[in-house]
């Protein structure tokens, strides 16, 4: 059974103030959550703060990114062992914007995604196209390029079984524009298919440009299993309702 998740990626956004007034309201909205898996990542700083918040609330807590290796002379990074302390649930891994800005290749975002789940923690892996390739039809090719560095690896079927993956379409991200649901679905269906015999469980959340008007019909297509959420996901009424539409969507097996 999947059951629906969404998760707020706050990105570089917030202060301790902030993430006191949006925990609190996000938590006081309980109700909203029932049947559905919500989780908040803040940027690392933060966290501490969020997991005292949150903590006892059903809501989890995540991470933005993490870093391939375990520990060492690796100054700035942030170990999966140490979100762990934390009791943290998720890291993102191979947003489009640690791709485009700072470098993030497919076969490091393999190696983070590796780390996450060897600690336990559940990595969210991103993958999109730009619109320059969606143009040129390439859409798929991407995404099967972005996956395969994962299935290609030895130990794929163990980092496969405790994955979540979050198609985002690059042009869809902070633009305002999203993706049809046809759209996404589309490419929702193709990723399953690609992922083989663990495809059925296995997760699918769709970002970029998710709003409380949108949500409900994107979450509605038969392989979207939730959503990974930027702006609106900064808002607290918004996130709540976006939580609320996943809830619509009953949990699929
Ligand atoms: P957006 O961001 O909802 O602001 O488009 C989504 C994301 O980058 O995860």
């Given at each position: 059974m999947r059951k629906p998740l969404v998760v707020g990626n706050w990105k570089m956004h917030g202060s301790r103030e902030m993430a006191k007034t949006l925990c609190a309201g996000i938590r006081a909205a309980?109700?909203?959550?029932i049947g559905v898996e919500v989780a908040v990542c803040p940027p690392y700083v933060l966290l501490p703060q969020v997991a005292d918040s949150l903590r006892g609330s059903g809501i989890a807590w995540g991470a933005q990114d993490v870093s391939?290796?375990?520990?060492?002379?690796?100054?700035g990074e942030v170990s999966a062992g140490m979100l762990k302390d934390f009791d943290t649930r998720f890291v993102i891994v191979g947003h489009s914007e640690r791709r485009a800005?700072?470098?993030?290749?497919d076969v490091l975002t393999v190696g983070k995604l590796r780390q996450a789940a060897t600690v336990g923690l559940v990595p969210i892996l991103c993958v999109g196209e730009t619109l320059e390739e969606r143009r040129a039809g390439s859409t798929e090719a991407v995404v099967a390029r972005q996956l395969d560095a994962l299935l290609g690896a030895a130990d794929a079927a163990q980092l496969l079984s405790s994955l979540v993956i979050a198609y985002e379409p690059v042009w869809a991200i902070g633009t305002g524009e999203t993706a049809t649901p046809d759209q996404a679905q589309a490419v929702h269906a193709f990723i399953r298919a690609r992922?083989?015999?663990?495809?059925?469980d296995t997760r699918l959340l769709y970002g970029g440009s998710v709003k409380p008007g949108n949500a409900g019909e994107l979450f509605a297509?038969?392989?979207?299993?939730g959503g990974l959420i930027?702006?609106?996901?900064?808002?607290c009424e918004e996130f709540v309702a976006i939580c609320h539409a996943a809830r619509t969507r009953p949990g699929r097996s």
């Open positions: 309980g109700d909203a959550y391939e290796h375990s520990a060492g002379a690796y100054t800005l700072y470098g993030d290749t992922l083989g015999a663990t495809a059925a297509m038969p392989d979207i299993d930027g702006g609106a996901a900064l808002k």
